[in-house]
């Protein structure tokens, strides 16, 4: 006996998924490796020069001066290892050295994640990103050139009017500075390691991770009392380097998810 097929019965769903994957799917979907390039546990005989990538500051955040620069590395891998025996880790690692309007200091970062700034005055400002290896020699570099707008600080304070702590049963957020470690400030490198008490040091931002338990904030750090200053999101320690001989004053400020502080410190 032949079965009957009923033509008018619908496909399974599984079916019908493994039909449309079908269609969509290129015919040599790119591997892994080729979105990714070599693992990083795979020694490299030759690599590629390093490069870095600079986005113009993102527009919306740019309207109430907050400065965020998004960035990408090429052929180099962004972690926080130092020193010349570094040098010949392959693939090849380092970070970024950034410089605010050409001041004659800046800062190290070891983490991929954007450069944020805030604070600055209304006009136009430079910010430059070294790409370095792990010996702080510059391999690369990109700036990108904005311009803070006139209403920036009165668009901030509406912005920031929701930034305040909420409620919470926690207890109290703290940050702890240690003192700059000698030997390298004995270089002219100011290398200040930190630790928090009663909140997790992480990349989340804005008014819903206010609710995020356990709590979650980020570091604020100003230089001699600028008007301006960074946020760090790593909770690896600051590095400043560049800054001329004589006393300086660092502050560190805990804030929260939306950059509203909760306790600081100065070495």
Do not use: C
Not at 29 to 50: H, I, M, N, S, Y
Not at 94 to 110: E, R, S, T, Y
Not at 162 to 185: M, Q
């Amino acid at each position: 006996m032949t079965k009957q097929i009923n033509r008018n019965h619908p496909r399974p769903m599984s079916a019908l998924l493994l039909i449309a994957g079908a269609m969509t799917l290129p015919l040599a979907a790119q591997t892994a490796r080729e979105a990714l390039g070599a693992a990083d546990v795979e020694p490299l005989l030759k690599e590629p020069p390093a490069k870095i990538v600079v986005d113009p500051p993102l527009a919306e955040p740019l309207t109430y001066g907050r400065v965020v620069i998004q960035y990408r590395p090429l052929n180099l891998h962004i972690v926080p290892v130092f020193g010349a025996t570094a040098l010949a880790v392959s693939p090849r690692a380092g970070h970024v050295h950034v410089n605010v309007d050409d001041l004659p200091w800046g800062w190290a970062a070891a983490t991929g994640e954007p450069v944020i700034l805030n604070g600055l005055a209304p006009g136009p400002h430079k910010v430059l990103i070294e790409l370095v290896n792990s010996d702080h020699q510059t391999l690369d570099a990109g700036t990108v050139r904005f311009t803070v707008p006139e209403t920036a600080m009165a668009a901030a304070k509406v912005a920031h009017a929701d930034a305040a702590t909420t409620e919470t049963s926690e207890p109290p957020a703290k940050i702890i500075l240690a003192s700059p470690l000698p030997d390298p400030l004995s270089r002219g490198v100011v290398y200040i390691p930190y630790r928090t008490e009663n909140l997790h040091i992480a990349p989340v931002f804005g008014v819903a991770a206010l609710a995020v338990s356990p709590r979650v904030g980020h570091i604020h750090v100003t230089v001699d009392d600028a008007t301006w200053h960074w946020a760090d999101a790593s909770g690896v320690p600051i590095i400043i380097q560049g800054l001329a001989p004589g006393p300086h004053k660092i502050l560190i400020q805990l804030v929260n998810a939306n950059h509203y502080p909760i306790d600081q410190s100065t070495v």
